[in-house]
């Protein structure tokens, strides 16, 4: 018997009504504040994807046997490619939620085949872009039960000036990968590595700056030593946004394409950030038009293991009331009567198995089914259904009109 691939699995039920319910209520959010969809490859041309993939995600890239494609390890990527052949009004401004693939080991929340659900402003260079990309992330975030999100903000060329500052640009990107490994590995061991990269000292006076104590005003004031455009940009986000954001001066982001403001979302300390992303101005140049952008991904698996620790019992089905014929004789006015229910857009299931009222019973307990509606030889002859909450236990004989009506204003079976 064959498993799923290393890193991959299947969605099952439960998990799949949770993510679309998430998808749902992202893509609500994102058209809100006028996002449009788009959908590209799965793959892509190997160099595409290398042009601006960096060294460490390139070996994280599933090749394709012909050498020539690989699966996309983003949706930023694709993007770019796409707004740089196009002719868009500007800021275009676009939402997309796909699966992508990286070839890394796969641990708790980190997957090899994962989705994300990315929203992206391009053609913008003003610091707006990224108020309204946090603003948006934040309220998705609080939409799905986050009521604390703690956001993050830094800027690349902060971290560039400080690589100049110290003398260390020839092993910037050494460091920063080093810098994004924190969350996982702990301060100490990130330390311990650096010490050998760029030696004890220089590694000292970096955490010094890392390690500012206080509000993001003094922090700042340290970015401004540094590079007065970076730490501007971020007094122009912070401003702009109506709820609290933590300057980071350590945040790096791990992708290479990023050029200036890099953000992260965190919902738990214990499972890491759900959502990143930052301004990548240089990235559409590559495919062949020069454009500002920037961008969040939400990460849909972590997303879905906080929420399942969240929520008590997950829906097994969309069915809110299942009809159950007594006796074989009357299945025919059960399909009536679920064909009425249906018309009125009530998900609603009917016995494909000529199974008998007990059984049928069981398979509603099963799956949780909010409501039962029984017909028999009395429920025909009166042209009435006798409905049961299957919750309180509570049953009566009523008018199919006023069942659909009960079903129907009912909150059971809706959301988690």
Do not use: H
Not at 29 to 43: L, N, Q, S
Not at 117 to 141: H, N, P, Q
Not at 210 to 222: A, L, P, Q, S
Not at 353 to 367: C, G, I, P, S, T
């Amino acid at each position: 018997m064959k498993l799923t691939p290393k890193g991959m699995r299947d969605i099952l039920p439960e998990d799949a009504m949770l993510r679309e319910q998430v998808f749902d209520l992202v893509k609500l959010i994102y058209r809100k504040y006028g996002f449009v969809p788009i959908e590209t490859p799965a793959m892509e041309y190997l160099d595409t994807l290398r042009a601006k993939a960096g060294a460490e995600t390139d070996k994280q890239i599933f090749c394709l046997d012909d050498q020539e494609l690989g699966l996309r390890f983003d949706l930023t990527v694709p993007l770019a490619r796409v707004a740089a052949n196009n002719a868009f009004a500007k800021p275009f401004k676009r939402y997309a939620i796909g699966s992508v693939w990286r070839k890394e080991e796969p641990q708790k929340g980190r997957y090899r085949e994962f989705t994300q659900a990315d929203v992206d402003i391009v053609g913008s260079k003003s610091m707006r872009a990224e108020a309204e990309i946090l603003t948006i992330a934040r309220e998705v975030a609080t939409a799905l039960g986050f009521e604390k999100p703690r956001i993050l903000l830094n800027n690349r060329k902060i971290l560039d000036a400080l690589a100049a500052k110290l003398g260390i640009e020839d092993k910037k990107e050494a460091i920063f990968r080093l810098l994004d490994k924190m969350d996982k590995v702990g301060e100490e061991a990130v330390k311990k590595e650096m010490n050998e990269v760029i030696g004890s000292d220089k590694t000292k006076k970096l955490f010094e700056i890392f390690d500012t104590k206080g509000d993001n005003k003094k922090k700042i004031t340290v970015a401004k030593s540094l590079t007065e455009e970076g730490a501007s940009e971020l007094e122009q986000i912070v401003a702009a946004c109506d709820f609290p954001i933590e300057v980071d001066l350590a945040l790096v982001r791990g992708l290479g394409y990023y050029t200036g403001p890099v953000f992260e979302i965190k919902a738990s300390d214990e499972i890491g950030s759900i959502a990143g992303g930052g301004r990548y101005d240089n990235l559409l140049g590559i495919y062949g038009q020069t454009e500002s952008a920037v961008g969040i991904a939400l990460g849909i698996e972590r997303i879905i293991i906080l929420l399942k620790q969240k929520i008590a019992n997950s829906k097994k089905t969309y069915t809110k009331v299942f009809v159950a014929a007594v006796k074989p004789d009357f299945f025919k006015y059960s399909l009536d009567i679920a064909s009425k229910i249906r018309e009125q857009a009530v998900p609603c299931e009917v016995d494909l198995n000529e199974r008998n009222l007990r059984k049928q019973l069981d398979y509603v307990n099963a799956l949780g089914i909010p409501y039962l509606i029984v017909v028999g030889e009395r429920e025909m002859k009166e042209k009435k259904v006798t409905l049961r909450d299957m919750t309180s236990g509570k049953e009566e004989v009523v008018s199919l009109d006023k069942a659909i009506a009960t079903i129907g204003k009912s909150n059971v079976g809706k959301g988690n």
